[in-house]
Every structure is written in C-alpha cells, then in structure tokens.
C-alpha cells in the first residue's frame, strides 16, 4: 500500500474546453490558491485534496493542444509536466471529442511518467447515444488507467483518486506507439546519446523524439551533437503515424457517434456558412439584448423599491442621531446614490450573462470564431485574436490576458489595441440609461448597436494598421480550433458563471464605485473656499469647464459630463453613478430618476437630444478602458510606451467618432 501520509503532486493537463477546470475545482474543492507561473503572468491554481491516507497537490495547467511550443501556454504547460516533481499526470479528455483529444495523450504518454486519463463528459456521451469500449481503450493505451468521469455531475472523482494513487506505484506504461524501423532506430540512438549528455534526465524517449522533429527548444535546452543521426526533420512522419494510431484507437473504441456528428454538421451548414454566419450573429445578439432589455426592466423594479426604502431609511436614521448635513449629504447623495443607482442594474447584467453563458455552454461561440477567421486574416490578424475579442463581451482584464495565446508580440499588441473596443459588461448600464432615455421603443437597438459599432472598430482598425505597415506577408498563424458537437447547457456550469460575473460585479461596487463616488461627492461639493452649496462652484465644474471646449465639436459640452467621462476611467459604470451624483438623483434608472437627469440636461443645454445622446455612447464605448484594464495592458506588454500609445490612440479616436457622429446626426436628424 502507499506510505501513510505521502505527498503526491499531480498535473491536470488537457486540450482546452474539455472540463480540466471544472474538474480539478471538483476535485480540490475550495482548497485552492491561485498565483502566477515564475517568471510568467499566466494564471497557476494549485489545490489539495485527501484519499487514502494520501494528501495530492493538483496544479492546474494551462488548456493546450499538444507539447509543441508556440504560445506561452504551452510553454507553461510543457515545462510543469516534465518538471521531476510532478509524480503523475491527469489527463483531461473529453471523452465526446476522442479524436481531438487522443493526441495529446500520446505525446503525455511518451514522457516516460504515471499517466490517468479521465474520461470526462462522460454524461454527454450517454445523452448522445454513444459508447466507448473502456476495456479496449486502456489496452491499447499501454494498459493505463482510464476512468469515466463527470466533472459536471462530479462523479467517478473517488475512483480517479484511487486511480492515481496506485498508478503512482506502478510506474509508467511502456511504449505505446513505435514509428517504425528507420525512426525507431535514431530514437534508440538519440536516447543512447542523452543519457551519455545528461545521466540523470527524465523523458529521454520523448526528448529523442523532439529532437527528430527539430524541436527548437529541446535542441536549445538539452544541446548535443545530433549530425550524423539526423538529416532532416521527421516532425510530419510522426505526426501522420501518432494521427493513424488515433484513427485506429476510435475505429475500435467509439460506437455510434455517426447520427450525432451528422446532426452538428447539418446545423453548422448554417451558422457557419462563410456569408450568413456573420449575420446571424449579429442577428442573435440583437436578441440577446431585447431580452436584455425586456426582461430586465420588468426585473428591476423590486431594486429600485429597496433603493428608494434604504435611502429613506437611512436619511431618517441620520437626521434622528443628529448627524451634520455634510455627512447626511456624503452618505445619502453621494454613496446610496452613486452605488446603489449600478446595483439596479443588476437584472440586464444578470440577464446578459446568462445569454453569453448560454452561447458559450452550447458550443456556439466557437462557431463564432471560425466565422470571423476569414475576415481577421484580411485585417493581418490570426483568427484566434477574435477569441479574445469574445472574452471582451464580459471583461477587458481577462481578455487582454487571453492574447497570450497568439504566437508573436506583434499580434498580442495589436490585439491588445483593438479588445477594448468590444464593449464590456461594464459599459452596458451606460447603454441601457441613455438608450432608456433617449430612444424609448428602440433600447435595444441602440444598445446592440454599440457592440457592433466596437467590433466594427475594431476591425477596422486592424485593417488600417495592417494596410500602414505595408505587410505583404500571409498571415501563418491559422485559426485551430475545435468546434465541439452541440450540447444542451448544463445549468451548473451557468449558474457559477452568472454568480461569478454577478459576484465580481458587486465587488466593483462595493470597492472601486464606492470610492469613486465619495471622490465625486466630494469633488462636487468642495471649491476654493471650502464646502459649496451649488455643485456649479466646485473643483468638479472647474475641471469640467476646462474640457468643455475640447468636448463642444461632439455635442457635449457640459461640464457634467466631462466630469464622469473622467471618473469612468477608475470603472465604466461610475459614468452612470456619477451622473446620479452630479444631478442629485437617487436612482438614475428609475422613470422619476432619468427624468429628472433630462430635466437637468436641458436645463444646462436645451438643445441636448438623441444625437448627443448617442455621440455620449460612442465616446464612452470607444475611449480608455478603466484603470484595471491599462495595468493588464502595461503587465502583459511589459512597456509603458505602448501602454501610453493607446490610451492616447483610443482618446484620439474616441473624441473623433463622437465629432463625427454629432456633426453628421445634428444634420440629418
């Protein structure tokens, strides 16, 4: 049996989108801690669990393909997996998408350690009718343990556990696929070699076999003289051997999937035809965000009863102890107002997500991204840097931090450049204000058009970069990517996305937008002679007067609004706070609330309609992303000069689109 009390450190490693994730927080529960890779930004979760009389430190790695090195990812992953360490490796697969997943397998097998491979999704494979062979399959996987697992439904977590246990006794399976005399016998060589260079080295027969595909990195790290054993590179041959291997595997394993895969296929006829595939995205976004709309509004009511209650409560509650009317003011007008005025948000951010949720879980946001290959490549960018742009829809700090997935630094920065134009979930009580206010019956619309005016952008603008720097080169870094088989969501998996989004999004209320609404009450009620009792005369107005001129030629020229263009920089929804503040509204999505802010409006400008309104959106949509978002930026470009650059490239643009949208519009309409 195994020593009392061991440590075992174990690697979940798999191909993105398999449930690796999912499961290790099956397995390791709350017990889990999450930093950086040394010497690298990517994102290391380590947890721990107990079985057996055994404790077992999980890393979750990097989701990755294969251990070939392009992205940093891979690296990352690559280098954890063969660190001596590591007593085992977990291996991920989805067990719906065999094929896909079995090549990593093969190359995880080749290291030379314990390898498990857990069979997840394993609910997914029933519900679609298919069956796989589990006697077959560890046969001829070298006869490693291979466990049926739900990482959704978490079971077969004990048996996994078990599994890696005792496999840690047993050592490594033997070889599992040969390559044939002539590769074989310079693997046998090359092997030879590195133990002679490096005695103490583990994974020599996979070391060997990088060497003969001319593996830059092994080449660079384990050097020795390989000249008269390799005259060229065999990286093609053992690919097309492991992928026949793989062909055999599922010809023997898998049962009735043919109905299923001819199912996806007749769908993505349609969501993926190179000229209707683009519209019907925009077509379903469009209908996300009516529901958005719709159903949120009739939603929020009950926020805006409690917000007007906590109000009054507290009021009355300060007025009875006594407090100084500055205090009653700071915590009435200023903190209620401005944070409670985004908690009433709540039901369109809820409902978003879910639809984002519901998009992703079902396998269709792949789709979305093969769609828009085609058009990325002519704008000099990979289609992956669309995958990033995806994530933009949510949060611009998890999206700048995806770029690490493209190969070279010039496609990170531009990608980095361009991912803020896609409007994150932050901006979106801006749209349903303004699109409430100014264009009653159309909200939607409105809203939705701004996603597709920053993809647009965007877009746009890695095509004039891409035209300026005259590259005439073809882009190599093709779009790989899985397009799983539909599947109906899984309501856990939306469930702890929604409360994920929902939880960070109250976290920003309560820190960054609580803040920053004491510093706009403050800014609004203080000037050059101390406390002021007409916000007219305060620093705000002072700061805001002096930026007028600058926002005149796009139709916003008030100082209210400069002042929260500035304050949307620390986060986007402290625009829609501090418009409550500035006017002294309680609750800036009410009916009574985005009344009374058009009744200030047109008493500051009278002229002020839908196309300011609207050239307001634009700019909010296109200029600086919030603080967090440009550390990300400086963080994961290491540079400050490029960091300055787009800031000053997106005020640029910003103020230009909102001239332009104000000129034109002021024109027309």
């Known amino acids: 049996m195994t020593e009392k009390n061991k440590t075992i450190k174990v690697a979940f490693v798999g191909n993105p989108n398999c449930g690796k994730t999912t499961l290790f927080n099956a397995v390791t529960g709350s017990r889990l801690k999450v930093a950086n890779w040394p010497g690298v930004t990517v994102e290391k979760k380590e947890g721990a669990a107990e079985y057996e009389d055994c404790s077992l430190t999980i890393i979750d790695t990097p989701g990755i393909y294969s251990l070939t090195c392009y992205t940093i990812e891979e690296k990352v992953t690559r280098q954890c997996v063969m660190d001596d360490e590591i007593d085992a490796i977990v291996n991920v697969v989805d067990a719906s998408s065999l094929e896909r997943n079995l090549y990593l397998t093969l190359q995880l097998l080749e290291l030379g350690k314990p390898v498990i491979l857990a069979l997840n999704m394993m609910d997914i494979v029933e519900e679609r009718g298919m069956e796989i062979d589990l006697h077959r399959l560890p046969e001829m996987l070298g006869g490693i343990p291979v466990v049926p697992v739900s990482a959704a439904r978490r079971t077969g977590l004990g048996i996994l556990l078990h599994a890696v246990i005792?496999?840690?006794?047993?050592?490594?399976?033997?070889?599992?696929?040969?390559?044939?005399?002539?590769?074989?016998?310079?693997?046998?060589?090359?092997?030879?070699?590195?133990?002679?260079?490096?005695?103490?080295?583990?994974?020599?027969?996979?070391?060997?076999?990088?060497?003969?595909?001319?593996?830059?990195?092994?080449?660079?790290?384990?050097?020795?003289?390989?000249?008269?054993?390799?005259?060229?590179?065999?990286?093609?041959?053992?690919?097309?051997?492991?992928?026949?291997?793989?062909?055999?595997?599922?010809?023997?394993?898998?049962?009735?999937?043919?109905?299923?895969?001819?199912?996806?296929?007749?769908?993505?006829?349609?969501?993926?035809?190179?000229?209707?595939?683009?519209?019907?995205?925009?077509?379903?976004?469009?209908?996300?965000?009516?529901?958005?709309?719709?159903?949120?509004?009739?939603?929020?009511?009950?926020?805006?009863?409690?917000?007007?209650?906590?109000?009054?409560?507290?009021?009355?509650?300060?007025?009875?102890?006594?407090?100084?009317?500055?205090?009653?003011?700071?915590?009435?007008?200023?903190?209620?107002?401005?944070?409670?005025?985004?908690?009433?948000?709540?039901?369109?951010?809820?409902?978003?997500f879910f639809a984002l949720a519901m998009l992703e879980d079902s396998g269709y946001m792949s789709r979305v991204a093969y769609v828009m290959d085609t058009i990325m490549g002519r704008a000099g960018l990979s289609g992956k840097a669309f995958l990033p742009m995806i994530l933009g829809f949510g949060c611009s700090v998890p999206a700048i931090m995806a770029t690490r997935a493209l190969e070279t630094e010039r496609d990170r920065r531009k990608t980095m450049l361009i991912t803020p134009f896609m409007s994150c979930s932050a901006r979106l009580p801006i749209y349903v204000l303004f699109s409430d206010m100014f264009f009653p019956g159309y909200a939607h619309l409105a809203a939705f058009s701004m996603y597709a005016i920053g993809m647009g952008v965007a877009i746009l603008t890695a095509l004039l970069m891409h035209r300026w720097e005259k590259s005439k080169e073809t882009v190599s870094d093709c779009l790989l990517i899985e397009l799983p088989e539909y599947k109906r969501p899984n309501g856990r998996t939306i469930g702890i996305y929604v409360w994920t989004k929902l939880k960070d999004y109250l976290e920003k209320a309560g820190t960054t937008i609580f803040v920053a609404s004491i510093i706009i009450w403050f800014v609004l009620n203080f000037g050059m002679h101390g406390m002021v009792s007409d916000p007219a005369d305060s620093f705000g107005a002072m700061i805001g007067r002096g930026l007028m001129p600058v926002l005149a030629p796009a139709g916003l020229d008030m100082w209210q609004i400069a002042v929260a263009l500035i304050s949307g920089i620390s986060a986007k929804e402290v625009v829609v706070s501090s418009f409550a503040v500035l006017f002294g509204v309680m609750n800036a999505n009410s009916e009574a609330g985005m009344a009374a802010i058009i009744g200030h409006i047109h008493m500051q400008n009278p002229a002020f309609g839908p196309v300011n309104a609207y050239a307001l959106m634009v700019f909010c949509l296109l200029y600086v992303p919030c603080a967090a978002t440009i550390g990300t930026v400086k963080k994961e470009s290491a540079s400050w000069k490029f960091t300055i650059q787009m800031v000053i490239f997106q005020l640029v643009l910003a103020w230009a689109a909102a001239v332009l949208v104000f000129q034109i519009g002021s024109r027309l309409f």
């Not at 133990?195 to 092994?218: G, M, T, Y």
């Not at 390799?230 to 690919?239: A, C, D, G, L, M």
């Not at 209650?309 to 006594?322: I, M, P, R, T």
């Open 166 to 352: 005792h496999h840690c006794e047993e050592g490594a399976a033997g070889n599992v696929l040969t390559y044939g005399e002539e590769i074989e016998h310079k693997i046998a060589k090359l092997e030879v070699m590195m133990q002679a260079r490096f005695p103490n080295h583990s994974c020599v027969r996979w070391h060997a076999i990088k060497l003969l595909e001319n593996d830059e990195d092994v080449r660079n790290e384990h050097p020795i003289s390989i000249m008269n054993v390799v005259e060229k590179s065999y990286e093609k041959e053992i690919i097309q051997q492991k992928y026949a291997y793989i062909e055999m595997i599922v010809r023997e394993v898998l049962f009735h999937k043919e109905k299923k895969a001819a199912f996806t296929d007749k769908i993505d006829r349609i969501l993926t035809h190179p000229v209707w595939g683009v519209p019907i995205f925009l077509l379903i976004m469009c209908v996300v965000f009516l529901m958005t709309f719709l159903v949120g509004d009739f939603l929020k009511a009950g926020f805006e009863h409690a917000l007007g209650w906590l109000s009054g409560q507290a009021e009355g509650f300060l007025l009875f102890v006594g407090c100084a009317p500055w205090l009653i003011s700071l915590i009435v007008d200023g903190i209620i107002a401005g944070v409670g005025g985004i908690l009433t948000f709540i039901p369109n951010i809820v409902i978003l």
